[in-house]
């Protein structure tokens, strides 16, 4: 299966939220999963992805052609997608992926992660969507959708198909299972 992982690119969060999505991406590729995402080599994205190529796992990197920059890609993607646009980056990796699952991140991934539940929401896709909610990170981000979930702000049903994991292997099966891998 192609997991699409959103997250952040900064080197300066906690160090726990790196470690645990470096881990993650070690679990991806021990079971045989693909990292689809984009492309940055620091951050949730740069660690997913060392933890992927550590165990030899394939790597897809969609970013747009300004970040083609010195130390800004990871260098050992087996395939490069290059866009013209972040909008078409996102495109992208909706088109390859198979789940999807946001580490810890900012905006971005918040912009992300919304694109795809969206997508699923409105039935123009089937993955599963997942939150890797490492040392408790989107604790907050909860309790804000169950908010909106309460004053009716969305369909019943959406918030309960989002899975909800802190643990690697618990994602990954639920994932499995959730995509008919």
């Keep these: 299966m192609d997991i699409c992982l959103f ?3 900064r080197d300066t969060v906690p160090a726990i939220y790196i470690t645990e999505t470096e881990k993650l991406g070690r679990a991806m590729a021990r079971r045989g999963h693909g990292l689809v995402f984009g492309g940055g080599a620091s951050g949730m994205m740069g660690a997913a992805a060392r933890g992927v190529h550590e165990l030899g796992g394939k790597i897809v990197t969609v970013a747009p052609d300004f ?4 130390g800004v890609l990871v260098p050992y993607a087996d395939e490069e997608i290059i866009t013209a646009t972040m909008s ?7 088109a390859r992926a198979d789940a999807f699952i946001a580490a810890p991140g900012g905006v971005g991934t918040l912009d992300e992660l919304f694109e795809a ?9 089937s993955a599963p969507v ?3 909610n490492a040392a408790g990170f ?7 959708l169950q908010k909106l979930r309460q004053e009716d702000f969305f ?3 959406i918030l309960e198909s989002l899975g909800v994991f802190d643990e690697p292997d618990a994602l990954l099966d639920w994932l499995e299972q959730a995509a008919g891998s």
């Design 67 to 70: 970040f083609q920059r010195p």
């Design 155 to 157: 369909l019943p049903g």
């Design 7 to 9: 997250g952040s690119a």
């Design 138 to 144: 989107f604790d907050g981000l909860l309790a804000f």
């Design 88 to 94: 078409q980056r996102k495109q992208a990796m909706v």
């Design 130 to 132: 997942a939150l890797y």
């Design 117 to 125: 539940v969206t997508l699923v929401s409105l039935d123009q896709h």
